[in-house]
């Protein structure tokens, strides 16, 4: 870089700053619409976003490569693999699971996957869309994770992984389903898109999620616990699985070379593949039928901000938690309150709320009284995915899925649950404000 272009950038970057100081920094005032998420950001993140601009390289670079690196550093695995979302995320990892070169271990159309019905749904659709069999266990509450005392209901000889998330934040019991897959020498997929900061004590040391799976996954879209505006990571510390990853989301080509590079491995133009002649070009040598995937660089800038800031986002996710905990305990013989697996440090998502059934409380009044008052609600993401239209077919046919136990707890969360939102934006007096509209909704439902 040039003198005088660094001098320009540089006067560039102090403008975006001003602007933001000018333009971006709104305080909450009373009576403004809570939110259950949003983006947090400062002018680092605006500033990294036009620095890259400036690059106008677009795909991905040294930005992408950056933020990769760091986030391995910050999980602690070896390989990390940026990618356009969350659901792109999941959708690689599972896929990897069947690539060729896996040999026996690689899942194969009408294996089973063991996973839940109270999920996002694209924690399931790979598994549909590639042809497997997704086999649903319940989850336990107040917890909301899978309940573990199914695994050995589930277990069939197609089974060939479990794929799950932690939800809202929360980690189910990994131990356990770590041991049922090592034991059965199955592939687990962790989806961590909802609780990327989650710790849970191993012995005399915290672990984070998304390390006990053979691959984990994290989104970046903005309600997240970190953003870039849409993006998403797999991760593992399997080099087979790494190659295959890369193969994968990056058209599913065999070679390995990043964008504008060429002839890394040497042998471009030397080598015999499939049934091409020999010295075909390497980089058009297809090993997987995969996808493009990535993310660009101005994503990969904004993440390389925003990855400094997560160890103060999860501090203040976990403390606006225990606040609403705190503030909701006098309404906990109506209201199930979460709870956090046991020897966790939940890096929530949301907070979780449960009508008792001897309440009496009609949820979707509670609902209407708190939205109106300018407090956003969400449900349990699907609440019991295989209701949904999406499975209509599925479900008529009586073919491509299996059902554990009746899902009991799963269907009655889809009736009686909801949650509000814990994420950084929130200040005391937004706290404040949420505490005392559920409170009063509750109650006024309470009375009737």
Not at 13 to 40: C, F, M, P, S, W
Not at 204 to 233: I, Q
Not at 281 to 301: C, I, R, S, W
Not at 364 to 369: A, R
């Amino acid at each position: 870089m040039t003198r005088e272009e660094a001098r320009d950038r540089d006067e560039i970057l102090q403008l975006v700053k001003t602007y933001y100081e000018n333009h971006h920094q709104k305080a909450y005032q009373t009576g403004d619409r809570i939110v259950y998420a949003g983006r947090v950001y400062d002018e680092e993140e605006l500033m990294m976003l036009v620095n890259s601009a400036l690059d106008f390289w677009l795909t991905g670079g040294r930005y992408t490569d950056s933020f990769e690196q760091m986030f391995a550093n910050y999980l602690g695995v070896r390989h990390c693999f940026l990618v356009n979302s969350g659901s792109s995320a999941n959708l690689l990892a599972f896929m990897s699971l069947t690539s060729p070169l896996l040999g026996e271990k690689a899942i194969k159309h009408g294996d089973e996957i063991i996973t839940v019905a109270a999920a996002f749904p694209t924690t399931i659709a790979p598994i549909i869309q590639y042809g497997a069999v997704p086999v649903f266990v319940d989850v336990t509450i107040p917890q909301y994770n899978i309940d573990v005392e199914q695994l050995n209901l589930a277990l069939s000889n197609r089974t060939k992984a479990v794929m799950i998330a932690h939800t809202l934040g929360n980690p189910f019991n990994v131990e356990a389903v770590r041991a049922f897959c090592d034991a059965h020498q199955l592939w687990l997929i962790e989806d961590n898109c909802d609780a990327l900061g989650t710790t849970i004590k191993v012995g005399n040391e915290d672990k984070l999620t998304g390390t006990f799976g053979d691959l984990a996954t994290s989104s970046f879209y903005p309600p997240h616990h970190m953003t870039m505006g849409e993006g998403g990571a797999v991760y593992t510390n399997n080099d087979l699985l790494a190659k295959i990853l890369m193969s994968m989301r990056d058209w599913g080509r065999d070679c390995q070379c990043k964008p504008g590079m060429d002839n890394l491995c040497g042998h471009r133009f030397d080598k015999q593949y499939g049934e091409l002649p020999k010295g075909y070009d390497h980089k058009y040598v297809y090993t997987h039928f995969g996808y493009n995937l990535k993310a660009t660089d101005m994503q990969g800038a904004i993440g390389c901000a925003q990855i400094k800031k997560l160890p103060d986002f999860v501090r203040r996710r976990r403390e606006n938690w225990q606040y609403l905990k705190d503030a909701l305990s006098i309404i906990s013989d109506r209201v199930i309150l979460p709870e956090a697996f046991e020897g966790s440090s939940p890096s929530w998502f949301g907070f979780m709320m449960t009508l008792r059934p001897e309440a009496g409380l009609n949820r979707e009044v509670i609902i209407k009284n708190i939205e109106a008052r300018g407090v956003q609600t969400r449900m349990l993401f699907s609440g019991n995915l295989i209701r949904h239209p999406c499975f209509d077919q599925l479900r008529q046919s009586r073919q491509g899925f299996r059902v554990v136990s009746e899902l009991e707890n799963t269907d009655f969360i889809m009736n009686n649950s909801l949650w509000v939102g814990v994420y950084p934006g929130l200040n005391q007096e937004m706290l404040e404000v949420m505490s005392h509209v559920i409170l009063d909704s509750v109650r006024l439902e309470s009375h009737k």
